[in-house]
C-alpha cells in the first residue's frame, strides 16, 4: 500500500493561498490520491480527490505531479477557519470488490494567522 | 441526503465496564461503514471495517469488537473496558455510488477511568 510523507505543521497569513504538500513515491496506477481535514474534535471532512489530473471545487484545488509521486492541496484565500490537521490519503485499493477502506497518516497541522 | 448519526457525545466508563457505541446511516443502501479511533494526539486508526451485514474485518488486535446487525448500522462494543480504550471513536460510511469518499460521524469522547 502506499504511503503518504507530509510535513507535521505549516503556518499560513489569513487571505493568502496555503499550500500543503504530499510525498507518495510508492503510489500505483490505480490509486487515487485523496484529501481531508479534521478540525479539532470534529469528524474528518472530504476536500478533494485525484488521480492523475488536477482538480479543483469550491473548497480547494489539487496539482498532482506529472509522475504521481507528490501532490498538493493549495487553499487559494485561508481564513482563520482553515486552521485544521490536513491529511493526504492514498486510496487502498477500490472498485466494487474493495471496501475502498483509507488510512490515515499524521497529517499536516496548518495554522492560519491572522 | 445522506447523514450519520453517532451516539453518545462523551462518555466516562470505568475499567472494567462494558461499551456499547451505536452508528447509524440514513439516505443510502448498503454502504461501506467503518470505525476509527484517534487517541490524544494521534492520527485515526481504522479499527473495523463492514461491507455488509454480518460482515466484519478487524484492522487491529485489540479488546474490541465491532457487528453490524442491519445494513446501515454498525455497532462497537467491549465486555471489558481498559485504560488504553480510552479516545475519540468515530463512525464513517462509504459508497461505490460516492465516489468511495468518508462521510464521518460527530464521534464519541470516551474516557476510560
Redesign the interface.
Known amino acids: 500500500d502506499a504511503k503518504t510523507t507530509q510535513p507535521t505543521s505549516m503556518d499560513c497569513a489569513e487571505g493568502r493561498a496555503a499550500n500543503l504538500p504530499c510525498n507518495h513515491s510508492t503510489i500505483s496506477g490505480n490509486e487515487y490520491v ?1 484529501w ?1 481535514r ?1 478540525i479539532h ?6 476536500i478533494i ?1 485525484g488521480l492523475k489530473n488536477n482538480e479543483t471545487n469550491e473548497m480547494a484545488s489539487l496539482i498532482i505531479t506529472e509522475d504521481r509521486k507528490s501532490s498538493t492541496l493549495i487553499l487559494p484565500h485561508a481564513t482563520l477557519r482553515d486552521t485544521a490537521v490536513y ?1 493526504c490519503i492514498v ?1 487502498v485499493g ?1 472498485g ?1 470488490s474493495n ?9 499536516t497541522t496548518l495554522q492560519v494567522k491572522p | 441526503s445522506q447523514t450519520i448519526h453517532q451516539w453518545p457525545a462523551t462518555l466516562v466508563q470505568p475499567v472494567g465496564s462494558p461499551l456499547s457505541l451505536e452508528c447509524t446511516v440514513e439516505g443510502t443502501s448498503n454502504p461501506n461503514l467503518y470505525w476509527y479511533r484517534q487517541a490524544a494526539g494521534r492520527g485515526l486508526q481504522l479499527l473495523f471495517y463492514s461491507v455488509g451485514i454480518g460482515q466484519i474485518s478487524s484492522e487491529v488486535p485489540q479488546n474490541l469488537s465491532a457487528s453490524r446487525p442491519q445494513d446501515r448500522q454498525f455497532i462497537l462494543s467491549s465486555k471489558k473496558l481498559l485504560l488504553s480504550d480510552s479516545g475519540f471513536y468515530l463512525c464513517a460510511w462509504s459508497a461505490v455510488t460516492w465516489g468511495e469518499k468518508l462521510f464521518f460521524g460527530s464521534g464519541t469522547q470516551l474516557s476510560v477511568l
Do not use: D
Request: proline share 4%; aromatic share 22%; no cysteine.
Open positions: 485523496y481531508y479534521q474534535s470534529q469528524g474528518p471532512q472530504y480527490h491529511y486510496r477500490g466494487s471496501t475502498g477502506k483509507l488510512i490515515f497518516g499524521q497529517g
